[in-house]
C-alpha cells in the first residue's frame, strides 16, 4: 500500500463521503416516515453524530486510538489519499444538510 498526503484532494473527497452519508441518513428517516422540518433536524443530527465519530472528534476514547481514514484512488489501485491535518467530516454535515434539502 501506497500513502499519499494530498490535503486538497483528501478535503475533495471527505465532503462528497460526507454528502453520500447525508443523503442515506435522509433516505432512511424518508422511509420511516419522518418529513418536513423534523427530517431537516434528524438528518443534521444523525449525519453530525455518525461524522464525529468517524472522524475521532467525539465518542472515542482516545486510549484506545484515534481514527485514522484513508480512501483509495481507485478500487483496485494500491495508492491511498491521506491528509496531514487528518479528517473532519463533522465540519461539512451541515452545509451538506443545506444543500441536500435546497430542492
Known amino acids: 500500500m501506497k500513502i499519499i498526503s494530498d490535503n486538497d484532494k483528501y478535503d475533495g473527497i ?3 463521503f460526507v454528502f ?12 420511516a416516515g419522518i418529513k418536513g422540518d423534523q427530517l431537516k433536524e434528524l ?10 465519530i468517524l472522524d475521532g472528534s467525539q465518542g472515542i ?8 481514514v484513508l480512501f483509495k484512488t481507485q478500487k483496485e489501485s494500491e495508492d491511498c489519499i491521506c ?7 463533522h465540519e461539512y454535515v451541515f452545509g451538506n444538510i443545506d444543500e441536500l434539502f435546497e430542492n
Open 14 to 16: 471527505q465532503a462528497y
Open 83 to 89: 491528509s496531514e491535518t487528518g479528517s473532519y467530516f
Open 20 to 31: 453520500e452519508l447525508c443523503k442515506a441518513v435522509k433516505a432512511n428517516l424518508e422511509k
Open 61 to 68: 476514547d482516545k486510549n484506545a486510538g484515534v481514527p485514522v
Open 43 to 52: 438528518v443534521g443530527n444523525v449525519s453530525f453524530s455518525i461524522a464525529a
